[in-house]
Every structure is written in structure tokens, then in C-alpha cells.
């Protein structure tokens, strides 16, 4: 849907044209990446082993070409570690470089490389020395799927937008750590209650403020911590005080300890399973 309407902007445009270009979504929880492509040259996967592979999707016609394109997904399962590099096709084809030329040309330009992305970039810009027919402009963009470690720490900005990104840390850091679905979804919410109240109460409306949270796992129990630079304000009448009660009807320890630098916010809750995972 995105690049059928994308190619009927371009059809539209007063200076007409063609361009090529790729869409593709990274799901880091399901470890997944979904392409469509518009004449563009596939992403290059680069698993943690050394080898790499293009992602297959078929090639639809570039936008502005046709009015009735159609576009097809294809769906990637992606290896924790993986780095996915994309590129615009200056790298791989020009007036003097075949594409199947350039495409081999790229998968030997990283092989024994770096997988780490800036890394991998560097590497691939300083392989085109050793490379003819380069004269387009060049841009690469790479990202690695990075699965959580024993802790989990994030930093984020004291803003609604922010609860989003925090569910979907924290829910791929707690299944890691053990806990099942219906344990992830209460400590999600429970966790999401803390965070939202920083985000409502503890800074003004428009703030550079941040707040962190930190989880971790020590035996059956999972700890997880919300801390800000603010003062909680008292909440409206209506629900006044509905957010505590809801962590404390989910976790097993809830703990509230304000102070001059802030408040911190400590959940514990203990898995059902038993031992380290």
C-alpha cells in the first residue's frame, strides 16, 4: 500500500521521473524483516557467523513507471546478532557496473568483515578504492538486531511517545529473562502505570527531561526500577491514585521512594519458574 501510493505521487509530481526504493520493517521482537521493493537492489543480511545473503523479494517496477503497479512483501527470519544493510543502488550499479557485477562486488567487500554497523560501513566505503565504476552518490544505512542482556537500561525522553518504546523493550527483555505471556503482559502494565505517571507528573509538559528504567533478574525474581529527575504533582480527583493501585495488585513489592533528585519507582515480582534461565 505504501509504494502503490508512493508511485502515484510520483506519477503526479509536476516533474515526473522515475526512482527506485525499498520499504522494509525491522520487528526486533519477532525477528523478522518485511521488504518490498520498487526496482531497488535487495538489503544484505549478514548473520553472526560470517556468512551473508540478500533478502529475496520480488523486484516491482520503479516508482513512476506504471500507474497500476502492484507490489509484493516477502518476510526474512532474522538471527539474533544479524546486521541488516541497506543502501542506495549507486553502491552496486552504474553507466560502467553491471548490477549482478556489483551485487558480487558487495558480498565480497564484507566477507570476514565487521558485522558491527558503523564498522561495516566504513569497511564497505573503503572497499570501493578497490572497485571500478562508481559515480553515483552513495549512502548506506545498517542495524544490527541486538537481543537484551542480563539487565536491561534505557534512557528516554520524559514523553508520551516514550511508553511505546519502553513496552517493546521490556517485553522482549522479560520473555528472555523467563517470564510467560501472561507475566509479561502484568508486569508491561504495571511497569507502564510507573512509567506514565513520570511522564504525567514528575516534568512540565514541554521538558529535554528524561527518565530511566532498569530491569533485572536475580533468581526467580525480576526487579524492575523507574527513575526521574522530577517531583510527582498530585494526579486530577477523577482516578486520583488508580495507577498505584494497579502496580500494587500486579507486582509482589512495590516501592515509591521520593527524594530532592527525584523519584524511583522499584517493582519486584517473582516468575514462576524456577532457576536462572
Request: hydrophobic share 40%.
Amino acid at each position: 500500500m505504501v509504494l502503490e501510493r508512493m508511485n502515484s505521487f510520483v506519477l503526479e509530481g509536476e516533474q515526473g521521473g522515475m526512482v527506485t526504493l525499498l520499504y522494509a520493517i525491522v520487528d526486533p521482537d519477532g525477528q523478522t524483516v518485511q521488504v518490498a521493493s520498487a526496482g531497488h537492489p535487495p538489503p544484505l543480511v549478514l548473520d553472526p557467523d560470517g556468512g551473508s545473503t540478500f533478502v529475496e523479494a520480488p523486484a516491482g517496477s520503479p516508482l513512476g513507471v506504471t500507474r497500476y503497479a502492484a507490489y509484493e512483501e516477502s518476510v526474512t527470519t532474522l538471527d539474533p546478532w544479524s546486521t541488516v544493510l541497506l543502501y542506495t543502488d549507486g553502491l552496486v550499479e552504474g553507466p560502467e557496473l553491471p548490477l549482478g557485477q556489483g551485487l558480487e562486488g558487495l558480498l565480497r567487500s564484507v566477507e570476514g568483515g565487521p558485522r558491527e554497523p558503523e564498522a561495516l560501513c566504513h569497511a564497505v566505503l573503503g572497499s570501493l578504492d578497490m572497485r571500478a565504476g562508481f559515480r553515483d552518490d552513495l549512502a548506506l544505512l545498517a542495524l544490527q538486531l541486538t537481543p537484551p542482556g542480563k539487565t536491561l537500561a534505557l534512557a528516554l525522553p520524559a514523553r508520551p511517545a516514550s511508553l511505546a518504546s519502553m513496552r517493546r523493550a521490556m517485553a522482549q527483555w522479560l520473555r528472555l529473562a523467563g517470564a510467560g505471556e501472561d507475566e509479561v503482559y502484568e508486569m508491561l502494565v504495571a511497569c507502564g502505570e510507573a512509567c506514565a505517571n513520570t511522564v504525567a507528573h514528575a516534568h512540565p509538559a514541554l521538558s529535554d527531561s528524561s527518565f530511566e528504567v532498569r530491569a533485572g533478574r536475580e533468581g526467580p525474581e525480576v526487579e524492575i526500577t523507574v527513575r526521574d529527575t522530577g517531583r510527582w504533582r498530585p494526579p486530577g480527583e477523577e482516578g486520583r491514585g488508580r495507577g498505584l493501585a494497579v502496580m500494587r495488585e500486579l507486582m509482589d513489592d512495590v516501592e515509591i521512594e521520593p527524594s530532592e533528585h527525584g523519584t524511583t519507582v522499584k517493582l519486584r515480582r517473582r516468575l514462576r519458574g524456577d532457576g536462572e534461565t
